[in-house]
Structure formats: C-alpha cells, structure tokens
C-alpha cells in the first residue's frame, strides 16, 4: 500500500481523488474477498469517516440512499411498499454479518452481474448521485453500471449517494431471489417488480428488472409495456420470448435455456408479490 | 516506501487493546496476530463461512472483512468473550447439545448466535436460521445447533448431565469430554501456534492443467527483497520425492520435478519473515511456463492415443478393481424384468471450515510437525521418507483438526515446512488459503457408471452388472482404494447371486481425487438404489418392500462369497423404517391431491447403505495404550484422532467400561507420535470399531491385572480415589496406595497396551474372500417438494435408520448421522467442484443452515459379534443413503431421475421438460 487516506470530510476525500489515484475502502466486504491473500498495492481511500454520507433521507421529491448506508440499516429504516423488494433483496444480501457491514451503494460499485440491489433498485429508477471536485452528476443505474465489474465513475470521482425519485415509489414490490441454496448465495436468476393498480383494478404503474441473468441487470420495458393497462389476475400467462431485453448467460450456476425460462417464472412471482404487497393502495409516497 | 501503519485501540472482550498495524489490515488478522486472540478462526478470508464472526458494537460482522481502522474506538467481542468465569448458557447449551463437532465454526456460531440471543431470547427456528444463515459448518448438519441456540434462550446455565456411573459409560450421553475448549475458543487448530521466530512460507503453484516449467534467477528474487530467507524446489529435497497414502503407488512429489500434472500443484516455496512473505506478489515469482496438452476427461483419458499422465501407466489406468459371483450377464438375459441406467456426478471438496496449516520445528535432531491431519503415523512415515530423515526423528503433534473427511489422511503442508525448517534450522508455519486448500488437495471422485439390475417376477435379485470409471486425477492418492472399495459394495445390502462389477480408477490432469467419506461407496449407491426404484416400478412392488424382500440376513452370503453369520442390520432398519414409509407416502399424497395440478409436488425416496469398516483386505491394527498414575488419573493414550466424529469420547467410554473403571477418572494424551501407539488412521468408519476394540482389550487387560495384584476374581469392583485404588468383591476391601509402588516401563503403576487387527483375508482374482470383519447398516427416507416450475427442491424431512450394532455414545451417532445426511444433500444437490472455477466458498456451495431439514434418527442396535460391545462403524454409512434417496423422491414427485449430480434447479427443470418432449 502506497498510500492511505482517512479522510474527515467530503471536500478533503474529493481533493484527494482529483490528485492521485485511489481505490475507495468502503464496507470491505467486496474489497477484501476481491483482493484475497495478495499484498495490497494501491492508495486506499478510507471513506468510513465520512458520517455524512450515512443514512437515508427524504427530500420533498426524491429518497437518497448515502453511499455509506448499510443494507442493515436500510432494513431498519421505515420506508413505503415500493421499497420492500429492496429489503427483501437487503435480508439476502450475503448473510447478517454482511449486511451489518456492506453498503447499498459498494453493492452498485462492485458492478457483479448478481448484485443483489441492481433489480430492486431499477424498478425505482434510482439514480447514482456522483461527486468529484470539479461538481456533482447524477447517473441513472441503468447508465452507471456498463457491464461486469464496470461502471461509469471516473476515477476522480466517488458515488455520495442513490437517489430514488418519489415519482417512482407508487404501489407495491416483490423480490424473488433464485439459488441454488437458501443463505449466502449467489443468484441464478433474481427478478424485482414495482406494481401500481389503477382506480379500475388494472395495472397503472409496473416496472420489471432481471438480475444475475445477464451481465448488467436490466430493466424488461416491453413486457412492462405490455402489461400495462391489463388485470393482474390474467395478465401474468407471458412467457420468455415476451422478455424482449433479455440474454441470458450460460456459467456454472445455470444453463442460458435455464435461466430463459426461470426469469419468466419469477417475474410472474415477484409482480404477485408486488400485487400482495399492497400495489392497490399506496400512491406515491 | 514503507508500509503505512498506526496505533489502533478499541475494547476487546470489555478491556482496552492496543496494536500498531496497517489501517487496512483484517480485523481478524489483528486479533489473531497481534492480540493473540486465536478463537476467532479464520476458513475463507472471504465472508463466506463465517467462521470470524465477531460483534462490533454488539453487531455481528466478518472480521476477516473489516479494516482495523474501522474497529477503532468500539466494542469488540470474540468467543473468548463469552464466557464470565463460568460457561455461558449458550456455550452450556452447545456442550449439551453435543453442537460442537470439529469446532473450528463453533466460535462463529456462538457469536453470531450471542448477537440473536441479546435482542430475542426466545428466537423461533426460522429466526434461528436466519441469525446463523452466513456461518458455515461441514460436520455436524446444523440440526443440533438449532436445538442449542433455542435450548439457551429457554433454561438456565449449568444443567449438565451427571457423567456415567462405573460400568455404563458405553451407551451413555455422554458430552464430548474435549468439548469444553472447542466452546470458549481455547482448542488450538494448525493456524493458532506460531513459534517465536518462525519464517512464514509461501507456495508457489501451477497455474496450468499440465505444464513443464523452469526457474529463473532465484537468488535475485530473494536477494532484492529484504526479509525474505530462501527459495526451495525440488532439486533441495533430501529424500526421496513422492508421497502416498498406498507405498506401492505412492507417485505425488511434494513439489513438483519439471512437470507439473494438475492446476494448483506446488512447485516451489519461498521462506521469509512474516512482513516479507505478506508482501509478497506470487506472480512475481521467477519461473517460465510451457503449458502441455492436457486431459481433464476420464473418456479422454482412457482413449486410444490418450497423451499419458504417467508414462508407466498405459491407458490412464491407475488400477481397477473386479467382483465376480455366478454368472451376471447370463442371470440378466434370463431374468423376467431388467432396468439399465448410468450416473455422472461431480467432483466434491471436503470444504472443512479449516483449511491445512501447521509448522514444523526442531527439537534436538528431531523435526516436530504439529499440524491438523487424520493419519499422525501416515504423515510421519511420508514426511520423513520425503526430507530422508529416519521415521523415528520425525514426530508428529497432531493440531485439533477443523474437520477432515478423508482429505487430510493424505500429507499436504507436512513435508513443506519440515523442508524449510530442515534447510534453515528455523521453525516454519504455513497456513494454506482457502484458494491453495481447494486447489490443491484431494477431492471426491467423479464417476461415471452405468449398470443393469435384474429380477425374477416375485421380485428376488437375479442378478446384477456394474461398471464405473472413478476420474482420480493427477496422482494415485486413495484411487486405488476406490477401485477397490467399489466392487465390493456396489450391490448394495442386498442378497445377489449373479453379480460383476468392475471399477476402474482413471488419471487426469484433474484434481487428485483421494478419499471422501465413503471411498466411491455413495457414487456407486446413487446408481444401485436408483434402479431399484426403477426395477419397483416395472415389477409394481413397493419400493419399500422391494428392498426388504432381497436385503441380506444373517447367514446369507455376499457378493464376496462371504457368509455373514450374524449381525447383519438392515433388514431391521428397513423394518424400522415402515411405519415412516406409509405416513411419509400418505402425506405426499394427500398434499399432491390438495395441490392439484399446482406448481409444488411432493415426493418421498428411500435408500439404503452398507460398508465394510476398515481396510479392504488388508492389514489395519490398532493400538491403545491405558495406564494408571501414581495420582490415581487413568491415562489413556488415544491415537485415534479425533477430527470431530468424538472418538475421544467415544474410546475413553469403551476403555472404561471394559477395565470397570469410571470416566470421570480418564485423561487423554492424543495422538502424538512420541507418546501414543500407533491407532491408525481416522479413516474407513474403523475407529470405533477397531481402535475401540484395542481399547476394550486394552482395558480388559488392566483390569485383569489389578485384580491380579489384588488377588481377587473377576467380580471384584475397582474404585479409584487421589493416589489409591480400592477393590471391592464381596466383603473384602483391598486398598491400593499406588505411591508406593514402582513404576513399569511405560511409567505407570499398572498398564496395559493392547493391538487389534480385523480379521480379513485377501480378495482372489474374481474379489472372493473375505474384505473386512464387520459391515455396518442404514436406510434413510426423504420427503421433499419439487418447484415444477423452476426445478428448485426443498427438502421436508429426512428419516435415518443405522444399525450401528451398539450405540457406544447415542447423540455422537446422531452427530454423525445428522452431519453425513448434510454433506449428502450437498452432493446431491449443489456441489460441483470446477477446477479453477469455484476454488472459494461462494462458487463452490455447500449446504447452509437452511438447507437441512428436521432429521429424525432412529439407532438400530444389532449386536456385531467382532466389534466392542457389539459396535460398528458409522461415519461413512450415514452419508451413503441421502444422495440415492434425494433422486428417488425427486423422481417420485417428477417422474423424472435426474442422472448427472449435481441435481441443481437447472438440470432438474431439463428433465422435467425433456421427458415433457418425449411424451
């Protein structure tokens, strides 16, 4: 290690990554499996001093999500339906001990094909808010992570925080996570659903993510838009050729002809969940 | 460019800590070495085992995870926390339970299961579950862990079982007598000593399936880094170079010679101080590649043309093994029905929670390995053979050992670090990574078999063919064993008057496949107890009733012409199993009629096992050495390790009741090579039954003689008191003050040393004879649920039937059985171990606190006329029986056997919709 900074403030954080290359030390819990038993050869930017970037807050239109907030804490905190599926997604993030120290935000950085709160954070149009020196930008996710283990900060830049718009966090949400054991798994397949119900019973908000399925998440806007509009109770009879965004990967974990056919299934189960879970009742909060 | 450190202080276990040490050192690191708190262990330095969990201000985290400048300023506490003086009631309650196996999670669970504990004292299961969810355990299937965390939170601390009375040890509960450190976190594994001023050593490994190699400038590489000692290679071993569990093929070079046959063989050490060696980028390291065709396939491999693995071995064939009886292929043509089939599984890691490490050092002229290891007598002979030292100036001091399971009978770090040490006369430790433990030692093997059964319309066994090709990798390790193994039991507990079947191990650039509970036994089960079902269905028996009407009985003969006089137990686990049988089968039902034609249906399978405890055939004694002090402690020198299966406990419990000695006055010297006799090794589910019957006849023979010296008969009763002992038979009372006797030769008042070796005799040409002494039986039931959908299996229930001839300790046999079901379900259901692929704990699953159903156990005692008090092996039994039963019920649900193991939802889901297709 050439160097190691723990700074205090946000300002000082910044500074040091418009001066030198670093890699930033967050949770650790991806950081330290990533670097296995070889010595550690960079500049660490210890950002766990950075108190300002812990917790979640509400603004009058959106939800930020500080980039140092752990899924534990965001389990704790009281939010509306629209985010049960990341919760749900939050309680099977690795195992207690890693959610007690991994944060919401290293999981979107560490930009793994199984991330598990890339789905449900897509079904609520979050945004990566980014911070360097020179200003601040805000990413939509969909944008910000760019394929396996890449994403679009620059490398004087830091994630500070996700903000989820209120115009995005209507209705109900489901989460359904596939593995091939119940803890401490690796996705196979992992799909999240945001369900709104119209005055009439029929779906006036959905939005549809598949995760661990290809090598970024995605959001599934055609069968989105193909079942807006429609009744739950039937509209759920689609199958994988309606999953238009959808190219499957092939790896030890699953077959692509596998997980093809699986998203399907567990899409249906997370827009049930998302029904269940109160899509008819809450307006945007 | 200096390493950047800083002074770290935070509150450990309630007292302040200090350490100067990198801000992004592992917390785990720093507690283990620099604060010397070792309870906290290390298994994947990834956050997949969970075995460092620590609370942080009351939360649990991975400490191997967490930058020591995070700790700073906060709470920490560790297992060494715990306890106040006396055991918690969680600790209490793991003792009790007999939750502890190995222990090497035990401390991870205790923690994480102390953090429930805090904010929810009465937790439910499911809450249970999910607090435990991220800590790994490989030995004792979660079940009794279960039981103790909810036990704690329910009864006060302190409510131990009263230890045996003189006489009934044997049959008694009796908690684990080493458990007490496994629950405070002070048992001392392989990576929790550190000689003063020991060299750390680092191993370099190939990267390639096959490849020659050369070395460049080595004396640079170490001159231009400061603290760094030597490198070695092959050119400095002293002897000769090549280990093996089997001296006729022993083949494997502790570091390779040019040549490097599989992915993750050592190729050279480098020896430093420990800030060099941690500084260190393998990939620096100077040596040159050329990657040679390789063969990883066993179809391949045995192929015309085939390049070699070895040159003397023609075809890839390490050796084959062959069992012959009647005429099989004639029985088959002429019998009414038949069913054919063929199995592929996987490669299987032992993945115990504690990988390899020790250090080896010298004492005078002789080198001491202390070290976790199953074979103590084993590593000494290999380690001395390899460094050219005589056996007698190596000795072993076997490490507690964090699991084992076959993988660490074979040497792996010994001859490592005894190299450096005997190089450069300094001690040296080595604690291998999770990614070199996977790597690099021994795996099960992948088979691939295929076989016909055959039957006469009232249902009786006409005959049986079996072929398989067990995939053993790079080197001979237990291939020989398997091939052999295989034969003999691939028929299964069942009567079989025309049988062939053949095994062949085959080498490959793979993995070293060696021995895994069960040596091919529960490959060759899978593709036995799957035709059975598929031969049920044809005749329309009962599956159940299948089995029953063809199982062995006494005075029945095996397919290696051996008479089984008595003690044979299946007949009565399969009879024990009926009444589980018909509710099992009316619960699957009337939920499938509930569910219609819904997504989930049920299924319930059953399985059965048998296994021959002990070498097949050949030679395997035992020795168990128990004196009397002048103190008045009985010293029972018991070399056979326990890697927690407990025969500790289970031994001590034999040699007891046989010298009619009480428990309670036992002391332990494991198994040391210096000052314990040779037990065997921890292998082949023969412990109980062989080291148990040295230690029966070892105690016998004590007993005999202090009622010699007492000069009173057989009837006599022995009390034993601080420095006395006192014999009573009827109203006479001799009292024995035995500070005042002269010690023997072995150093105590009275002792006895005793041997025992089965009694066997070598299999012919055609596998006749009589390959072990003693067999054990079981059958087991599974109830599961099959998602249609999506393939994925839940599984509901388990319930086992062993005959274990007689339940030495009843809840360390519920151990092991709950532990081997568990590692079967992996095998079933979701180990794949793909070389270069899945060499940590996230890729390579094994199963979680959630994926072991409720096990109900049911102990079948049929006497064995050969084992100490009518006992028989257990440990490998239990894991035979899940696999086979698992694919059953998951074919009674589908309608469809899943052929290739792993069965993960993915290959499920394709043959359910291949069979789809097909209709």
Sequence with gaps: ?285 | MSPVRETIGFTLNGAPVSAEVSPVARLSAVLRDELGATGTKLGCDAGDCGACTVLVDGAAVCACLMPAASAAGRRVTTVEGLANGRLSALQASFLRHGAAQCGICTPGFLVAATALLDRNPAPSEEEVRDALGGVLCRCTGYRKIIAAVIDAGLLETGRDSPPPETGRAVGAAVMRLDGAAKVTGTDRFGADERPADALSVLVIRSPHWHARFSFGDLDGFVAARPGLAAVFTAADIPGRNRFGVIGPFADQPALAEGTARFRGEAVALVAGEPAAIAALDPTEFPIDWHALPHVLDPAEAVAEGAGLVHEDRPGNILTQGLVARGDAEAAIAAAAVSVSGTIETAYVEHAYIEPEAGYAVFDGDTLVVRACTQAPYMDRDDTAAVLGLPPDKVRIVPAATGGGFGSKLDVSLQPLVGLVALKTGRPAVLAYTRADSMASTTKRHPASMRATLAANADGRIAGLAFAGDFNTGAYASWGPTVANRVPVHACGPYLTPNYRASARAVHTNGPVAGAFRGFGVPQATIMLETLYDALAAKLGIDRLELRRRNALADGDRTATGQVLASGVGIGACLAALEPHWRRALADAETANAAAGDGTVRRGVGIASCWYGCGNTSLPNPSTIRVGISPAGRVVLHQGAVDIGQGSNTVIAQICADAAGLPLVAFSLIDGDTAHTPDAGKTSASRQTYVSGKAAEKAGRALREKILRYANVSSQARIEIEPGLLVVREGEARRQIALDTLPLDGRGYVFSAEESYDPPTTALDENGQGVPYAVYGYGAQIVELAVDRSLGTVALLKITAAHDVGRAINPQLAEGQIEGGIAQGIGMALMEDYVPGRTENLHDYLIPTIGDVPPIETILVEIADPEGPFGAKGLGEHVLIPTAPAILNAIRDATGVLVDRLPATPSRVLAAIRAAEAGR
């Excluded at chain 1, 950075?50 to 534990?72: H, K, M």
């Excluded at chain 1, 339906?81 to 999981?107: C, H, M, Y």
């Excluded at chain 1, 689609?238 to 596998?258: K, M, N, W």
Aim: aromatic share 4%.
């Design chain 1, 1 to 285: 290690m050439a160097n190691y900074a723990r700074p205090q403030g946000l300002e000082e954080a910044l500074d040091l990554l418009a001066e030198g290359r670093w890699r930033v030390l967050a949770g650790g819990t991806d950081f330290y499996p990533g670097q296995g038993a070889r010595p550690i050869r960079e500049n660490i930017l210890d950002i766990n001093r950075l108190d300002a970037l812990r917790g979640i807050s509400r603004t009058d239109d959106a939800y930020v999500v500080g980039a140092r907030t752990t899924w534990s804490e965001l389990i704790a905190h009281d939010l509306p339906p629209s985010f049960d599926a990341l919760k749900a997604a939050a309680r099977e993030v690795g195992s207690v001990q890693i959610q007690n120290a991994a944060t919401v935000a290293g999981n979107l950085c560490n930009a793994s094909p199984a991330a598990d709160g890339a789905p449900p954070l897509l079904v609520l149009d979050a945004s990566v808010e980014i911070a360097a020196r020179a200003g601040r930008r805000r990413v939509p996710l969909g944008a910000f992570v760019r394929g396996n283990r890449e994403t679009a900060l620059a490398p004087d830049e830091m994630v500070v925080a996700l903000v989820v718009p209120r115009t995005a966090t209507a209705g109900g949400s489901g989460f359904v996570k596939l593995g091939a054991r119940r803890y401490l798994v690796i996705s196979i397949a992992m799909a999240a659903a945001r369900v709104a119900l119209a005055e009439d019973g029929t779906i006036g908000e959905i939005a549809l993510a598949l995760g661990a399925c290809s090598p970024v998440a995605r959001r599934m806007t055609g069968l989105e838009h193909a079942l807006r509009g429609r009744r739950p109770e039937t509209a759920l009879d689609f199958g994988p050729d309606q999953l238009v965004e959808l190219t499957p990967i092939d790896d030890v974990r699953a077959s692509a002809a596998y997980r093809r056919e699986a998203a399907a299934e567990i899409l249906r189960r997370a827009i049930r969940q998302a029904c269940d879970d109160g899509a008819g009742k809450e307006k945007a909060a």
